[in-house]
Structure formats: C-alpha cells, structure tokens
C-alpha cells in the first residue's frame, strides 16, 4: 500500500521522509500535552508534525503560552490522513512529534548520585503499559528522581510515554535489574508491611511497588529494608497501582519532602 503522502505526487513529501528515518531510534511524543511537556523540560525535539497547525498554536495560546515561540518554529502542517499513517493511535489534538531520548548514561548517574533529595519510584515487574505511564507522570509531579522499571516491560514504549503525558524527560526513567538498583533504603509497599502513617519516608528511599497481578518479587522482597502497607478498608482487596504510588508519594511529601 502507498504512503498517502506518495498520492499524486511519486514519493513522499520531506516530513514524511524524515518521519519515517527517526522513528525506529525516536521516542513517540503522542499528542498535544505530551509535547508540551517534553519541550518544557529540554528535550530534543527534530520534528513535530500537524494536521492543524492554527488549532495546535491556539491550544498553545490557550493552555501553554510558554512553549507557544518553539512550538511554531518546529510545527509543520500535513494533511490529516498523512497524520493518521504516521502514528499507531492518532490523538484527539492531531500533533505528533518525534524526540531523542536522553542517554542511558545520564538516568543511570541521576538515579545513583548522592545524596538524593527525593525518591526513587521502583515498579516491580509491571505488566500495564498504561499504568506504568500514570506512574511516571505523578512521580515527575511529585518531583522524584526518577522511576524504575524490574522485568520486560519496557518504559519507554510508546504507550507508557503516552500515558505518561511526555514527562519521561521530566524524570530519569531506566529499567534495571534487581540487583542494579540506585542505592538506598528499600521500603517495599505490602499489605502485611507496617502502617505508613507511622512512618517518615527519608528523601534518598526506594519505594518498591509489586505487579499489578503478582505483587512484589521474591528478589525485591529480599533486598527489602521495610514492607509498609497503606490504610485500606476491610474486605477491599487492593488499590489501582499509580493510586498507590500516588499516596505513598503524598505521605513523603506532607510529612517532609517536597517536590525538587
């Protein structure tokens, strides 16, 4: 099947070309609010494409001023159904773009210096793509260091960026073997764990969350300081795992730590 881009004209236009020679080495910034996101936090970003640029540089207008100067000078229109071809999902915004992903190197070095001023989020061997993105974006919030994948899932796939609204570029994002882990006390989330709320979290932690299925590996359970369990009613079975994220960074932060 042809590129529509190729339609009536032979081969396609320079976007598309250009599209098609970054993606396997690019990450996917999906939509709108993914863009803003990563340009606000200094990522690189080669091209950026359209089927609306007036609509897209209103949305800026509107809802992100501050990148609205970059956002017009990379922005190139194409017509919608090219859009479409480009991206496995097209977003309700219309805008796609590709981004160099920061190097290895410097989330590793982010994640291992010390002393750390806020947390390292460890997702034991997740299996939602989804969820995974939702993590990553409360913890660029919540100013983390960074998150921590165990196992196969892989946090930059598209789908996690997407979910994670393009703040992979606000925080260090690795994944790594148990044994590969930044240093620094290890508190394990476990329902037989110790109350949180009697707990400080110190601002240089692991806070280790098990699968969505499984719960926490043996090896995490293993290199486990502390198990803490969060306050749950009887009889309900367990939390969404970025809600658990979610209260366990907001006990750090309301009991000492504040977001970098």
């Not at 919540?142 to 946090?155: Q, S, W, Y």
């Not at 309301?254 to 977001?259: C, L």
């Amino acid at each position: 099947m042809n590129d529509p881009a190729d339609r009536g004209t032979g081969s396609p236009s320079p976007p598309v070309s250009a599209w098609h020679r970054l993606a396997g080495s690019s990450v996917l910034l999906d939509g709108f609010h993914a863009l803003k996101h990563a340009l606000r936090f200094g990522a690189e970003v080669p091209l950026a494409v359209t089927a609306d640029r007036e609509a897209t540089l209103a949305l800026a207008d509107e809802l992100a001023p501050d990148v609205r100067q970059p956002l017009a000078a990379l922005l190139t229109e194409v017509p919608e159904a090219v859009y479409a071809s480009l991206v496995p999902r097209p977003h309700p915004t219309a805008v796609a773009a590709l981004a160099v992903r920061p190097p290895r190197e410097d989330g590793l070095r982010r994640l291992a210096r010390t002393p750390r001023g806020a947390p390292v989020v460890v997702l034991d061997q997740p299996r939602n793509l989804g969820n995974a993105g939702a993590v990553i974006r409360l913890a660029a919030g919540f100013g983390a260091t960074g998150v921590v994948t165990t196992g196969t899932l892989d946090p930059w796939h598209p789908t996690v960026v997407r979910g994670g609204a393009g703040l992979h570029f606000a925080t260090a994002v690795e994944r790594l073997d148990v044994v590969d882990l930044p240093p620094g006390p290890l508190f394990a989330l476990d329902p037989e764990g110790e109350d949180i709320r009697g707990l400080k979290l110190p601002d240089d932690a692991l806070l280790a969350f098990g699968s969505e299925r499984s719960g926490l590996s043996a090896d995490v359970r293993a290199r486990a300081d502390q198990l803490v369990a969060l306050p749950m009613r009887p009889q309900v079975s367990s939390y969404n795992l970025a809600t658990s994220v979610a209260m366990t960074l907001y006990h750090w932060s309301a009991t000492g730590g504040a977001p970098a």
